[in-house]
Nanobody, 119 residues
């Protein structure tokens, strides 16, 4: 099992910034991909979560087109943590943000953290 604990969500005005953090613990593989997904209001199923950004243990990143140039994902392997720096936030970024871990065998989701961007 892999446990994920997120922090850093909140309420911010459009144009502002937030930084999300996710700490992983448990049976973490040396090779894995961690990232952030979000679920907008009205979409309840896990399958409806949309990719925001991911980063592999090799440092390869992948971003949704809607966040490129505004969000930056990073990780600290020693701390088994992943971060999402979100700048120039827009009202359409409002969602519950979920941390995700994917290893060769195990995958896991965090409990989610709410990000609300007011106009």
């Amino acid at each position: 099992q892999v446990q994920l604990v997120e922090s850093g969500g909140g309420l911010v005005q459009a144009g502002g910034s937030l930084r999300l953090s996710c700490a992983a613990s448990g049976s973490i593989s040396r090779i894995n991909t961690m990232g952030w997904y979000r679920q907008v209001p009205g979409k309840q199923r896990e399958l409806e979560r949309e990719l925001v950004a991911t980063i592999s243990t090799g440092g390869i990143t992948n971003y949704a087109d809607s966040v490129k140039g505004r969000f930056t994902i990073s990780r600290d392997s020693a701390k088994k943590s992943v971060y999402l720096q979100m700048n120039s936030l827009r009202p359409e970024d409002t969602a519950v943000y979920y941390c995700n871990y994917r290893g060769p065998i195990l995958s896991s989701w965090g409990q989610g953290t709410q990000v609300t961007v007011s106009s």
